[in-house]
Structures are given as structure tokens and as C-alpha cells.
């Protein structure tokens, strides 16, 4: 699974299915990446199909992020998705859960992952380590925490135990497959690097290249202040370039 903030209404919850039957029939998608394209110009004259080299594929496994607070704020009035205290915003439990039973059916399933890629959003860093995670049962265990003890806030974040590192497949934070960018709703604009590795301390962050989070050029933003369909789609290309250079072939 690859963890990303996709565009659309709401940010990251499943409504209409129950989560984990909706991880199982479609969120877990297997996608081999081809190193070469292949174009069909019309049904009526394919081009011939083009084969790879099964070690030149890639395995991807995409999901959304678990129910976050500003998920729940917005189903009952969108213009709450505007609201400051849902800048970046946490999972609620139930998100936490989501995250849980995800990866009990990874890890039943024995899906063999190598590398874990998530935007750099509180509301995916936590589904993954939701997913991936194990308690940190020893305060001085080997190996950086994956996530800090975190203190419940009421309306804004569970209070969470640390979870450690030990054995989680390493985890990537990467700008490329952030949800679609929105000058007007701060649940879509990230916090701080520093305040994510205090957080994530063994998430690897070395592809945010500034602190802090940068303004859109006027050009790609819409008169709405929402990131322009047509960037979102050139940084979509970008990130599946550089997954296609990734050493790892099984990713999630």
C-alpha cells in the first residue's frame, strides 16, 4: 500500500463499505509498474503489447489513510474543513482501528513489503504506523520509536502509546503523493519537519527539502485556492519515476 491523501470530497474516509471489506475488494491494489509504456492509439488498432522483465516490475499496494477529525467535522458541514484547529489533522479511533485491521490482514495475508511511502500528513504518518507499528513494550528497546507517546487532546487526537520500530519495513515520507493542495483548508497543509521527526523519529524525511510548508505559484492554484488538477496530475507522474528507480520491488 502506498499511503496517500487523495483528491476528492472528503480526505481519507470509506462510507459507503465497511473499511476492511473495502481494503480487501479495492484499496489493495496490485500494480505492476513497466519500465516501458504501452499505448493502445484505438480499440481498433491495439499496438502490440509490450513484456518486461518480471525484475524490472514494481508491486504496489495503494490505501487511504484512516478516518481523521477533520473527516468527521466535514461530513456534518463542509466549510468546517476551513477551520484552523483542523490544520493537519490527527486519525479519530476509529481511524486508529482502520489502521489496525489493515494490518492484521497484512500481515495474515503475508503480503511481503519492503518499503512503505506516505505523504507527509500527520493523518497517513499515523496510518502507517497504525499498520506497521508494534507496541514499544521496552522504554529503552534498540532502534529509534516509529511514533512517540502521544497525549489525547479532546476533538483533536487519541492518546496513543509509543510504538516501536523494531521489525517495520523502512518508511518514507514523500511530497509527491500529497492529497491535492488547498490554500484555504489547513487539514491539507503539512506542519514542520522538525515537529515530524520529533513525532516519527524513524520515519525517514531527507526528501522534504524545506521546513515548512510551501505556498503553491499562482499559476498552478485555482481562482478557489485549490491546487490545479493538471499539477496534481504532472506530480503523480514524477512519483511513479521515482518509484520505478526505487531498488525495492514490493511497496506499499
Not at 509498474?33 to 499505448?39: A, H, K, Y
Amino acid at each position: 500500500m502506498l499511503l496517500l491523501t487523495t483528491p476528492g470530497r472528503h480526505c481519507g474516509t470509506f462510507r459507503q463499505t465497511p473499511w476492511l471489506q473495502h481494503v480487501k475488494a479495492r484499496a489493495t491494489i496490485t500494480t505492476f509498474l513497466q519500465t516501458r509504456s504501452v499505448t493502445m492509439q484505438a480499440h481498433a488498432h491495439p499496438q502490440p503489447l509490450v513484456f518486461v522483465p518480471h525484475s524490472e516490475a514494481r508491486v504496489l499496494h495503494l490505501i487511504r489513510h484512516g478516518e481523521g477529525f477533520h473527516n468527521v467535522a466535514g461530513e456534518v458541514n463542509e466549510e468546517f474543513y476551513k477551520l484552523e484547529q483542523y490544520r493537519d489533522a490527527h486519525l479519530t479511533e476509529r481511524g486508529w482501528k482502520q489502521a489496525a485491521l489493515l494490518g492484521q490482514h497484512i500481515r495474515s495475508a503475508n503480503m511481503p513489503v519492503e518499503l512503505v511511502v506516505t505523504s507527509p500528513l500527520t493523518r497517513t504518518l499515523e496510518t502507517a504506523c497504525g499498520v506497521f507499528g508494534r507496541p514499544a513494550l521496552q522504554k529503552n528497546a534498540p532502534g529509534p520509536l516509529l511514533m512517540t507517546e502521544q497525549e489525547g487532546l479532546e476533538g483533536i487526537r487519541v492518546q496513543r502509546a509509543a510504538l516501536s520500530g523494531q521489525g517495520v519495513p523502512r518508511i518514507i515520507a514523500n511530497e509527491m503523493c500529497r492529497e491535492r493542495r488547498s490554500m484555504s483548508h489547513p487539514c491539507d497543509q503539512r506542519r514542520p519537519v522538525s515537529h515530524y521527526t520529533r513525532t516519527f523519529p524513524a520515519v525517514d524525511f531527507s526528501l522534504l527539502e524545506h521546513e515548512d510548508d510551501q505556498g503553491l505559484p499562482l499559476a498552478d492554484v485555482t481562482p478557489e485556492g485549490r491546487e490545479k488538477v493538471h499539477h496534481v496530475r504532472a506530480r503523480a507522474r514524477q512519483l511513479l519515476q521515482w518509484l520505478l528507480q526505487r531498488p525495492e520491488r514490493h511497496i506499499a
